[in-house]
């Protein structure tokens, strides 16, 4: 079994700045891949950013630039920056990894819970 636990998410001011993160544990072989989506009320799950195991990072044009994604390979771990944030922001963001459990193994792709950031003043 594999978890994705989320940290950071809460209420921000326009404009100000939040760091999430996300710890990924279990039966975990390699990572290929560790991202962001996003969900606000009402709309579809949209990609935020998403960050290789080497390094290559990927964002969605609406937070290019205010957003910057990162890694520890060693912790299983990924962040995301978000700096000049605006209400268009606000929704549920979750967490999710791409990974093998086994080598020589099909990937798998998890979830986790999803951590709520509002942005308003």
């Known amino acids: 079994q594999v978890q994705l636990q989320e940290s950071g998410g809460g209420l921000v001011l326009p404009g100000g700045s939040l760091r999430l993160s996300c710890v990924a544990s279990?039966?975990?072989?390699?990572?290929?891949?560790m991202g962001w989506y996003r969900q606000a009320p009402g709309r579809q799950r949209e990609l935020v950013a998403t960050?290789?195991?080497?390094?290559?990072?990927d964002y969605a044009d609406s937070v290019k630039g205010r957003f910057a994604i990162s890694r520890d390979s060693a912790k299983r771990t990924v962040y995301l920056e978000m700096n000049s944030v605006k209400p268009e922001d606000t929704a549920v963001y979750y967490c999710t990894t791409i990974l093998q459990k086994i080598p020589l193994d099909r990937s798998y792709q998890y979830w986790g819970q999803g951590t709520q950031i509002t942005v308003s003043s």
């Open positions: 279990g039966s975990i072989f390699s990572i290929n891949s």
């Open positions: 960050i290789t195991s080497r390094g290559i990072a």
